[in-house]
């Protein structure tokens, strides 16, 4: 069984900043990429970020050149910074582990609010 441990949400004023963090453990067997997902009320989940075990990188529009996903691979781990926020990055944003040849398998997170006030 695989768990994510998401921390690092919160509540902050348009303009500032947040740092995700989603931590894996488990018996993770193929771990190929990891990312954050967000859903916001009356909308459907979007994919954030994402970055491959060999480290690249894609991200929505909507947050490039805001957000930067990293990993540490030998902890499992993937972080979100999330810098200049904005009122419409309010959401819960949750960790996504894919795994397997094809990265078909996923495991989820609980998920973490993020709130932006204007």
């Given at each position: ?52 075990s ?21 902890k ?16 819960v ?16 997170g ?9």
């Open positions: 069984q695989v768990r994510l441990a998401e921390s690092g949400g919160g509540l902050v004023q348009a303009g500032g900043s947040l740092r995700l963090s989603c931590a894996a453990s488990g018996s993770i067997i193929g771990n190929c990429a990891m990312g954050w997902y967000r859903q916001a009320p009356g909308k459907q989940r979007e994919l954030v970020a994402r970055i491959t060999g480290g690249s990188t894609n991200y929505a529009d909507s947050v490039k050149g805001r957000f930067t996903i990293s990993r540490d691979n030998a499992n781990t993937v972080y979100l910074q999330m810098s200049s926020l904005k009122s419409e990055d309010t959401a944003y949750a960790c996504n582990l894919a795994w397997g040849v094809s990265c078909s398998g996923n495991y989820w609980q998920g973490t609010q993020v709130t932006v006030s204007s």
